[in-house]
């Protein structure tokens, strides 16, 4: 069965600096990964997708995130932080060739400080 | 993409009633999927709702407390039976669409049991 792992539940960091937040998966079979983000008080919203293409993928907002097969991470990334970008971060598996069920890590919040 | 409308957007509930959730899909979808968000919390898959079967519940999710239903490809619904305080959480209707199989993912409805 899959599973993820999120490192760390809350990170902070200043604005313009990088941000790092870290995903590290478990799959049987090669996974689907995705980033959601949360904004207080508003749905999930899909950040990017990795699907067995490229294995650095761009998503919305300047977030990126690099796919490690031998580190089995999908750590996400941006290079400068803005103040928008406070909200719960949810990195999530699926399993097989479909993005089916979906399984989410537990969350980290990404604070701004200004 | 795929435009989902859940409602009731949020409710107030008794302990011990019943509230049923509906979920309408602007496509026809095959499988659709509902989590619950509980306070602070991640997601978490209640089940896998396929049209024409009985759903599929993950482990701790059982249907006397969750039965959905899928009468067609584009629409389910599913209810919190024997509400209790604990209950208290979003719940969330989410499809899986398109040629790039996104997962698109319904407002939530906010549910609090006194």
């Known amino acids: 069965a899959q599973s993820v792992t999120q490192l760390g539940s809350h990170v902070s960091v200043s604005e313009g600096a990088l941000v790092l937040l870290r995903c590290n998966y478990s799959?049987?079979?090669?996974?689907?990964l995705f980033w959601y983000v949360q904004y207080p008080n508003q749905g999930l919203q899909l950040l990017l997708k990795?699907?067995?293409?490229?294995?650095l993928v761009k998503g919305i907002n300047g977030f990126e995130a690099e796919f490690k097969k031998s580190e089995t991470s999908f750590h996400l990334t941006k290079p400068s932080a803005h103040m928008s970008d406070a909200a719960e971060y949810f990195c999530?598996?699926?399993?097989?060739?479909?993005?089916?069920?979906?399984?989410f890590g537990s969350g980290t919040r990404l604070s701004i400080r200004p | 993409s795929a435009v989902i409308s859940q409602k009731p957007s949020r409710d107030i509930c008794q302990r011990g009633t019943s509230l049923t959730i509906q979920c309408q899909v602007d496509?026809?979808?095959?499988?659709m999927f509902w989590y619950r968000q509980q306070p602070g919390q991640s997601l978490t898959l209640i089940a896998t709702a396929n049209q024409g079967s009985e759903a599929t519940y993950e482990s701790g999710f059982v249907i006397d407390k969750f039965p959905i239903s899928r009468p067609n490809l584009t629409f389910s619904t599913l209810t919190v039976s024997n509400m209790s305080p604990e209950d208290s959480s979003i719940y969330l209707c989410?499809?899986?669409?398109?040629?790039?199989?996104?997962?698109?993912f319904g407002s939530g409805t906010q549910l609090s049991v006194l």
């Open positions: 799959s049987s079979v090669p996974p689907y």
């Open positions: 999530a598996v699926s399993e097989g060739s479909r993005a089916s069920k979906i399984i």
């Open positions: 989410s499809v899986v669409s398109g040629t790039n199989e996104k997962l698109f």
């Open positions: 990795y699907t067995s293409a490229a294995t």
């Open positions: 496509s026809q979808v095959t499988m």
